[in-house]
């Protein structure tokens, strides 16, 4: 049966061993095994993650000894069934923040863009929106401007054929360069903003990484003014 709550908790997530056994995990045979008593004891739950993040999960209801599934069964309905599934996705909630580490963007590019403004600027990537968690911003610490926003979409959103997934950096520019630049291939008017002052480049390879690095600072740069907008 497929589990959504399970896939909903644990999508963007990487497993991390040594917090696994911190939490309590116990390796056997190359999985990592943690048990839980939950709803006054009536309960035994049992997680399984592997080294590589795949993840299992088994309830055993003690007063039969029987495998209990009605909690994974969204449309089941009741005080007692919500209550079960309730604690169950607590825990699990629990060991996503404790044993977890948030990886949304997988692309190479991407990442090394990541570590790029890490190491230079020491600024972490922000989630601001919920419903779309694969869209992310870095401010500038002295006027909370922005400079950089990463985002995961379609190519056709930018003029392209393909409805191929790809990463997508946001930066700032100044609107005279930007109107040399633009071509639809390498360089794109910004998707989902000021098409003016942004620009958008794919995560591709289309561009080399040293170009979007230095625009990268170019755009820390043209966010240095005092004036506190996005």
């Excluded at 004891?41 to 993650?49: D, K």
């Excluded at 992310?136 to 191929?164: P, V």
Aim: charged share 25%.
């Amino acid at each position: 049966m497929k589990d959504q709550f399970l896939e909903n908790i644990f999508r963007y997530q990487v497993v991390n061993i040594e917090k696994l056994k911190e939490f309590g995990f116990v390796l056997q045979e190359d999985i990592y095994h943690y048990e839980t008593q939950i709803v006054d004891n009536q309960f035994i739950l049992t997680i399984h993650i592997s080294s590589t993040g795949n993840i299992e999960t088994n309830m055993i209801e003690l007063a039969t000894g029987e495998v209990y599934t009605l909690y994974q069964v969204e449309s089941a309905k009741g005080s007692f069934v919500g209550r079960v599934r309730a604690e169950y996705c607590d825990i699990l909630q629990d060991i996503a923040a404790h044993c977890f580490d948030k990886e949304i963007f997988k692309q190479i590019c991407t990442k090394q863009i990541i570590r790029y403004v890490q190491l230079k600027y020491g600024d972490e990537l922000e989630y601001l929106w919920e419903k779309t968690p694969n869209c992310a911003i870095w401010r500038r610490k002295d006027n909370q401007k922005w400079y950089g926003l990463i985002t995961t979409i379609c190519k056709n959103k930018l003029g392209l054929s393909s409805t191929e997934q790809v990463d997508i950096i946001n930066l700032r520019i100044d609107c005279n360069e930007l109107e040399k630049i633009v071509d639809g291939i390498h360089y794109f008017r910004a998707y989902h903003m000021n098409k003016k002052h942004w620009v958008s480049i794919c995560l591709d390879g289309s561009v080399s990484l040293e170009d979007i690095q230095t625009r990268i600072d170019q755009s820390f740069q043209i966010a240095s003014t005092n004036k506190k907008t996005t």
